[in-house]
């Protein structure tokens, strides 16, 4: 298939790139993720998912210890293993993604997520004509679409099956190679842009003043939470 | 019953204080917590609770579109929804449960894990006669004991009734009011202890740098990420 051209537009800094996997309910979204994600992991890359559900939720089993600890009021539990973290909160307002993403997902190449269709996110939708007469309304954050038939004049379109191509598409457009120095900061929740010069700015200065603190010569990563709840 | 004392040794700056549940398989470990949170919870606290396993686990439910992103390969899943938020991720080594704490669990008041045994957390031990025939192994890191029958001469005791006066211990040694003013460092995936003099040098100089920035002239808390991969 010659390479569609589509105007993906650029976003401000987060730590990892995230597309919006988009589409009427039972249009087909988790089946192809369920293809994408091993497609995309067979050419090396991390790949980690957000689901947007509006509804109260139940993650963990019923009955197991955590299950219970979470039923008795505890606001956070983790499950944690040699293999496997956990961890479930209770929040009291639905989480921005972009806040998600900064938190959870700093070391992934790249978040899909299912749903978030109202966000300003990038949006891929799925769409078969099978299950729905008609596709979402899209908009100007729409930037391909996974069909059984062809939806947009103007868009890049896969079928189905093109599951390779689609990944190929999503490398191509949304996975870049990690800077090698880099610095995110969250204000009070919110992801603050910072342009080169403060970036690096803030970068260094920091680094510098944790390097002279005993045993943190040569630090890697730096992860820092302040609280002023008073000045 | 009268408070008895005990020797509850001063760890290095951590978020949330943390205490561990210890005893044997089946000593009534869960049960103990199903009615400690909700007592705690009553006194107006938050607690987060950590459960350490061993063996591989599964915490999401089979069949559902999270499970089937995590079963295709996802690195890391997330269900967000008003009400909750749960995270589940594949790690290639245990946690430690200071990591764990620092990051999923600073804004608790209380942290309570079920095992963590061979850790210098400081230990509550869950025991009943008519499960084992003998309590774990004490050492230096036990601070109370929860039993049905009288194992230490020396550590505060509980009735495993008595989950009122349990809570009470756990508020007067454990649960301080939280600093004001704060900060915690992580470096390396590392607690970095501070003493004061350089915890509140580093807090007031990037608080300063970034009230520089636009919009950020108010800054309650400040949560900031570094990566340096060459310097």
């Known amino acids: 298939m010659p390479e569609p051209q589509c105007n993906i537009r650029h976003h401000e800094f987060r ?11 039972n249009s087909g979204k988790t089946t192809l993720l369920e293809q994408l994600i091993p497609e995309l992991g067979r050419l090396g890359y991390r790949v980690g998912t957000i689901k947007h559900h509006v509804h ?3 993650m963990d089993r019923p ?9 008795a009021g505890a606001r956070v539990v983790a499950l944690s293993s040699p293999t496997g973290l956990g961890v479930i909160r209770e929040v009291e307002r639905d989480s921005p993604v972009e806040e998600l993403v900064a938190r959870y997902f700093a ?3 790249l978040v899909i997520t299912e749903g978030y269709k109202r966000s300003a996110l990038p949006k891929i ?3 078969r004509r099978a299950a729905h007469p008609e ?4 908009d100007d954050t729409w930037v391909a679409v996974v069909s059984d038939t062809r939806i947009s004049e103007t868009l890049p379109h896969f079928d189905l099956v093109e599951v390779k191509e689609l990944a190929a598409f999503l490398v191509r457009h949304f996975i870049t190679p990690p ?7 969250l204000v009070d929740g919110v992801a603050v842009p910072l342009n080169q010069f403060a970036g690096n700015f803030l970068r260094q200065a920091i680094s510098g003043m944790v390097a002279s603190l005993k045993n943190c010569g040569n630090a890697r990563e730096i992860t820092i939470h302040i609280r002023n709840e008073q000045e």
């Open 15 to 25: 730590p990892s790139p995230v597309v919006a996997l988009v589409g009427r309910p």
């Open 56 to 58: 109260r939720f139940e």
């Open 63 to 71: 009955g197991k210890d955590t299950w219970r600890h979470k039923q």
């Open 107 to 109: 070391d992934m190449d």
């Open 125 to 127: 939708e799925v769409y």
């Open 135 to 138: 596709p979402l309304p899209a």
């Open 179 to 185: 800077p090698e120095n880099g610095i995110s900061l």
